[in-house]
């Protein structure tokens, strides 16, 4: 499968045909459209603690974060679904600030998502690995 285009449906066909679909990063004029179109959950629980719990503070934060970095870039390099769970991997792209290696794990409730949790690793450039391993 194309890193780039962790795709249009195949992530998830296996856990309850979800409407969750994921796209390769692109220019948006607003990315928060698709946003509001993801299945959500009536009670939506968000574990990261910059932000509160609900469709709609998800949202908050995600209108806050590109008036701050605009142009931000997430490409998925991997999607892994298994019973309730998608987990993704995906570089991302802050301008002005570093990049990063990001999870975010969602869980969902027959096709809708009803929970997330996420965490990020700065790519720091200047770091010499220990092996050619790479972080995707």
């Known amino acids: 499968m194309d890193p780039?285009?962790?795709?249009?449906?195949?992530?998830?066909?296996?856990?309850?045909?979800?409407?969750?679909?994921l796209k390769p990063a692109r220019p948006?004029?607003?990315?928060?459209?698709?946003?509001?179109r993801l299945p959500w959950?009536?009670?939506y629980i968000q574990h990261n603690p910059?932000?509160?719990?609900g469709k709609e503070e998800f949202i908050q934060y995600f209108e806050k974060m590109?008036?701050?970095y605009p142009g931000k870039k997430v490409e998925f390099k991997k999607a892994i679904a298994e019973g309730d769970y998608v987990v993704l991997h995906c570089y991302?792209?802050?301008?002005g600030d570093n990049d990063y290696a990001g999870i975010d794990i969602f869980r969902f409730d027959g096709d809708k998502i009803v929970?997330?949790?996420?965490?990020?690793?700065?790519?720091?450039k200047k770091?010499?690995?220990?092996?050619?391993?790479g972080l995707f």
């Open 4 to 21: 780039k285009i962790i795709s249009q449906r195949a992530p998830c066909r296996s856990r309850k045909k979800s409407k969750f679909r």
């Open 28 to 36: 948006r004029r607003s990315r928060l459209r698709p946003a509001r």
């Open 41 to 43: 959950g009536k009670d």
């Open 50 to 53: 910059m932000v509160g719990d």
């Open 66 to 68: 590109a008036k701050e």
């Open 92 to 95: 991302q792209t802050w301008p």
């Open 115 to 124: 929970e997330h949790w996420d965490c990020l690793q700065i790519i720091d």
């Open 127 to 133: 770091v010499k690995p220990k092996n050619d391993n």
